[in-house]
């Protein structure tokens, strides 16, 4: 677990954002095409305002890229299956580390506490990639001790977890300032 911890992303400090640059964000999170003229008629600015306050949040690493939202299921990928991971412990974690880095289907590699080293999140085609997966890939990565799988039956909490905790602020500076 030691040598697991040296691969973490560090926190970074918060960032005071006023409503302004909150606002922004919630926009954005909605729909993070809309242009610099859209998002500023629908915060009441000018653009060019806009402009600067979003080349301010680029800077300041709060916003950290703009993606497309994929509907995997109609791609095919409709299979979610998480796996907690126990490694061997006391051995170099690099090439096990790259092994899972070149694994393209994992959507998420997490750091835990408790019983398992690692919790994985995979997004697969079906059994087959499932079985193709365990057997030639992940067994063959330096160092995995041990695998567990869990298929997912669905989810239950679907809408974006930016757009859900940027509209809670909101909600929570309106119930503070009341």
Known sequence: MAALVGALDRPQDPITLDETDMALLRELAADSRLSQRALARQINMSAP????RIARL?????????SVEVDWDRLGFDVVVYMPITLDSGSDLAPT????RQIAELEELTVTTGQYDLLARFRLSGHGHLRELLLDRLWQIPN???IETMLSLGSLVSESYTRRVLSMSDSNEKLAND
């Not at 300041?60 to 890229?65: A, Q, R, Y």
């Not at 580390?97 to 899972?100: A, I, Y």
């Open 58 to 66: 680029e800077r300041l690493g709060v916003i950290k890229g703009y």
């Open 97 to 100: 580390l790259e092994g899972f």
């Open 49 to 52: 305002a806009v402009a600067e």
């Open 144 to 146: 995995v001790k041990r």
